[in-house]
T-cell receptor, first 112, second 114 residues
Framework: NAGVTQTPKFRILKIGQSMTLQCTQD?????MYWYRQDPGMGLKLIYY???????DKGEVPNGYNVSRSTTEDFPLRLELAAPSQTSVYFC???????????FGSGTRLTVV | QKEVEQNSGPLSVPEGAIASLNCTYS??????FFWYRQYSGKSPELIMF????GDKEDGRFTAQLNKASQYVSLLIRDSQPSDSATYLC??????????????FGTGTKLQVIP
């Protein structure tokens, strides 16, 4: 099993550009999450989904959008990139709402 | 007040010693608790979870939970240099806190000295 796969691993964006971070899992997990991790700040929840067609905002959703058309895929869209979005982004999934996460390998994004 | 607090460290222990990592949380209704290990430049990896008061052992790792004191800890016995990493405590709230709003601590950096 591949687990949770994120692409790309690294990306440099210019201010105002847009991009989509891809996340795919092959564990048939209904619950999927996007986090960002900044140095010394811990992991902050951006968006989450409890199943195909269902998404909701987390702690820091501004500047981002998500969709969940299938159980496997949960892409994160950045519109009008800003330097404040420079971070490491992790996608995660879990089998139910009380179990631990399986994380993807992360995307390191720099906005210049 | 931070919802999940950890000492940022670094915590330095000699090889073969016991490393003790601590975490406190504010939501008394929290139901499940996790420890993740994160090597530098890598993603977090789940190493322990605990739901009930008391101790849970898995190999060299022991998780301890005290809900009355709102305290969870991770003990690593016979620490090895390969245990050097940042350890993240995560707390899963109960229904009143919103099951999805898992809160992470900022992590404790552990250094095991050979």
């Amino acid at each position: 099993n591949a687990g949770v796969t994120q692409t790309p691993k690294f990306r440099i964006l210019k201010i105002g550009q847009s991009m989509t971070l891809q996340c795919t899992q092959d564990m048939n997990h209904n619950y999927m999450y996007w986090y960002r991790q900044d140095p010394g700040m811990g992991l902050k929840l951006i968006y989450y989904s409890v199943g195909a067609g269902i998404t909701d905002k987390g702690e820091v959703p501004n500047g981002y959008n998500v969709s969940r058309s299938t159980t496997e895929d949960f892409p994160l869209r950045l519109e009008l990139a800003a330097p404040s979005q420079t971070s490491v982004y992790f996608c995660a999934s879990r089998t139910d709402r009380v179990s631990g996460y399986t994380f993807g390998s992360g995307t390191r994004l720099t906005v210049v | 007040q931070k919802e999940v607090e950890q000492n940022s460290g670094p915590l330095s222990v000699p090889e073969g010693a016991i490393a003790s990592l601590n975490c406190t949380y504010s939501d008394r209704g929290s139901q499940s608790f996790f420890w993740y290990r994160q090597y530098s430049g890598k993603s977090p990896e789940l190493i322990m979870f605990i739901y009930s008061n008391g101790d849970k052992e898995d190999g060299r790792f022991t998780a301890q939970l005290n809900k009355a004191s709102q305290y969870v800890s991770l003990l690593i016995r016979d620490s090895q240099p390969s245990d050097s990493a940042t350890y993240l405590c995560a707390v899963n709230p109960g229904p009143s806190g919103g099951y999805q709003k898992v809160t992470f601590g900022t992590g404790t950096k552990l250094q095991v000295i050979p």
